[in-house]
């Protein structure tokens, strides 16, 4: 195992020593607890790195262990920044509750103990090595600019589900949604000649707000072809992100009619929202990521749209997992891919489909549906009634805010959970750009 020491503040050794002699029951407790178990690593407590001081951490595995106590409840998002930097050194976090800890210590020690296991035995590829280490190249090459996102649960919701449910958060993600991943591989994935020249895509949606923002932070420009009829709160937000707007008619031909002649002038580089290996590859890592932290999961379910978020997290589960399947939730009135599966060719959707969840009503594309047909189980069809149920559920029970087109997922899963009772599931919460001033509920 690789030794890697993190740099740090000098002004926190002295800091670090006082904790030390100060230490909380909870941190006894569990340092006594530590040095008495035959672990076969070496943990240091108050460790100083960067800007903050871990409670404990293995220098060998690169593993921090965090105590929340109360005072994290007001901290959670400092505690969050802080953690998120470490991470992009390759720092892995476990945490436990202060009362955990107090309480129930059988129980961490074997959460700690599978974690060691897991950090000791790396994850080994069913098949398919060269692709798998391409999707981690990925993820770090993407680490800096992206938030880890957390994973969030909710008992209320497992008993109502049937089944133990695991949300991955990619509202809270930059911009509010997964697809700040694939954009911004895929600039980093260009040239140092091709990004000095700039990106263009065409999109009124999430991936118009994540192409300006990814270009603005790695520094060229972003140009955006939007339908003229575009709202002007999604014109705002590109115009937020520093992206360069040129409007188009608003039918599919006039918009890529508008983008290539952007890109005849600008030289700039045509990147589709969700028809692109990069962009797909940079999608799937917010897969990789909710089962490095829930490696037992037995399904993991998505939105389909494009496809882009659905054939990254196939390809996740494919080589981050032995077991893993991947299931689609999609709109019954926009249920080109489930056609598509079935037909074993490209479906669309008729001209004057509508859903509720509107970024969904895209079709899936050449790169990312031999993926699809390969690695993903099943699609279901929901109703807009079960897709308004399933939103306004997660914003009462979870607290949190969730667009229409990531609520598909849950929808889905809530539609035939009798076939996942008592399994572990995860679901990608895919963004949180919304209209509060419009909701279905």
């Given at each position: 195992?690789k030794?890697k020491?993190i740099?740090?503040?000098?002004k926190?050794?002295?800091?670090?020593?006082?904790?030390r002699?100060?230490s909380?029951?909870s941190?006894?407790?569990?340092?006594?607890?530590?040095k008495?178990k035959?672990?076969?690593?070496?943990?240091?407590?108050q460790?100083?790195m960067?800007?903050?001081?871990?409670?404990?951490?293995?220098h060998?595995?690169?593993?921090?262990?965090e105590?929340d106590?109360?005072?994290h409840?007001?901290?959670?998002?400092?505690?969050?920044?802080r953690?998120?930097k470490l991470?992009e050194y390759?720092v892995?976090f476990?945490?436990f509750n202060d009362?955990d800890?107090?309480?129930?210590?059988?129980s961490?020690s074997l959460?700690l103990?599978?974690?060691?296991k897991l950090?000791?035995?790396?994850?080994?590829s069913?098949q398919?090595d060269n692709l798998?280490?391409t999707?981690?190249?990925?993820?770090?090459?993407?680490?800096?600019?992206i938030?880890?996102?957390?994973?969030?649960?909710?008992?209320?919701?497992?008993e109502?589900?049937g089944?133990?449910?695991?949300?991955k958060?990619e509202?809270f993600?930059k911009m509010?949604a997964?697809k700040m991943r694939?954009?911004t591989?895929a600039?980093?994935n260009?040239?140092?000649?091709?990004q000095?020249k700039g990106v263009?895509?065409?999109?009124?949606g999430?991936?118009?707000?994540a192409?300006?923002?990814?270009?603005?932070k790695?520094?060229?420009e972003?140009?955006i072809?939007?339908?003229?009829?575009?709202?002007?709160?999604?014109?705002?937000?590109?115009?937020?992100y520093?992206?360069?707007?040129?409007?188009?008619?608003s039918?599919?031909?006039?918009?890529e009619?508008m983008a290539e002649k952007?890109k005849?002038?600008t030289?700039?580089?045509?990147i589709?929202?969700?028809n692109d290996?990069d962009?797909i590859?940079?999608?799937g890592t917010a897969a990789?990521?909710l089962?490095e932290?829930?490696?037992?999961?037995?399904?993991?379910?998505t939105?389909?749209g494009?496809?882009?978020l659905?054939?990254g997290t196939?390809?996740?589960?494919?080589?981050?997992s032995?077991?893993?399947k991947v299931i689609?939730?999609?709109?019954k009135?926009?249920d080109d891919?489930?056609?598509s599966?079935?037909s074993?060719?490209?479906e669309y959707n008729?001209?004057?489909?509508t859903?509720i969840a509107d970024g969904?009503r895209?079709f899936?594309?050449d790169?990312?549906f031999?993926?699809?047909?390969?690695?993903v189980d099943k699609?279901i069809r929901?109703?807009?009634e079960?897709i308004i149920n399933?939103?306004?559920l997660?914003?009462?029970?979870?607290?949190?805010?969730?667009?229409?087109?990531?609520?598909v997922?849950?929808?889905?899963?809530?539609?035939?959970?009798?076939q996942?009772k008592n399994k572990?599931v995860g679901i990608?919460i895919?963004?949180g750009?919304v209209?509060v001033?419009?909701?279905?509920?």
């Amino acid at each position: 195992m690789k030794n890697k020491i993190i740099p740090y503040n000098p002004k926190l050794k002295q800091y670090a020593r006082q904790l030390r002699k100060n230490s909380t029951l909870s941190e006894v407790l569990l340092w006594k607890n530590i040095k008495n178990k035959a672990l076969g690593v070496q943990f240091h407590r108050q460790v100083p790195m960067l800007d903050y001081i871990v409670d404990f951490y293995c220098h060998e595995l690169m593993l921090a262990i965090e105590i929340d106590g109360n005072s994290h409840d007001y901290r959670y998002f400092e505690d969050k920044n802080r953690q998120n930097k470490l991470e992009e050194y390759g720092v892995k976090f476990i945490r436990f509750n202060d009362l955990d800890v107090k309480s129930n210590m059988f129980s961490v020690s074997l959460s700690l103990e599978e974690q060691i296991k897991l950090l000791k035995t790396p994850l080994k590829s069913p098949q398919g090595d060269n692709l798998k280490q391409t999707l981690i190249q990925v993820h770090n090459r993407i680490k800096p600019y992206i938030h880890k996102t957390p994973v969030l649960s909710s008992q209320l919701i497992n008993e109502i589900a049937g089944c133990n449910v695991f949300f991955k958060c990619e509202n809270f993600q930059k911009m509010g949604a997964f697809k700040m991943r694939g954009a911004t591989n895929a600039i980093l994935n260009l040239s140092e000649k091709e990004q000095s020249k700039g990106v263009v895509t065409h999109s009124s949606g999430n991936f118009a707000q994540a192409l300006s923002l990814a270009a603005n932070k790695i520094g060229t420009e972003a140009y955006i072809v939007m339908p003229k009829n575009a709202p002007q709160v999604k014109k705002n937000a590109v115009k937020g992100y520093k992206g360069n707007i040129i409007e188009s008619e608003s039918t599919p031909i006039a918009r890529e009619q508008m983008a290539e002649k952007v890109k005849q002038e600008t030289g700039a580089t045509f990147i589709h929202p969700s028809n692109d290996d990069d962009v797909i590859h940079g999608q799937g890592t917010a897969a990789i990521e909710l089962l490095e932290e829930q490696p037992q999961l037995d399904f993991i379910f998505t939105p389909v749209g494009g496809g882009g978020l659905i054939a990254g997290t196939a390809l996740a589960a494919k080589y981050f997992s032995d077991t893993c399947k991947v299931i689609g939730g999609e709109p019954k009135n926009a249920d080109d891919a489930y056609r598509s599966l079935k037909s074993g060719k490209i479906e669309y959707n008729d001209a004057n489909s509508t859903t509720i969840a509107d970024g969904l009503r895209t079709f899936l594309g050449d790169r990312n549906f031999p993926i699809i047909k390969e690695n993903v189980d099943k699609i279901i069809r929901v109703e807009e009634e079960d897709i308004i149920n399933a939103m306004q559920l997660i914003w009462e029970r979870m607290k949190i805010i969730i667009e229409p087109s990531s609520a598909v997922a849950f929808a889905a899963l809530l539609k035939e959970k009798e076939q996942f009772k008592n399994k572990d599931v995860g679901i990608i919460i895919s963004g949180g750009n919304v209209d509060v001033t419009n909701l279905p509920f």
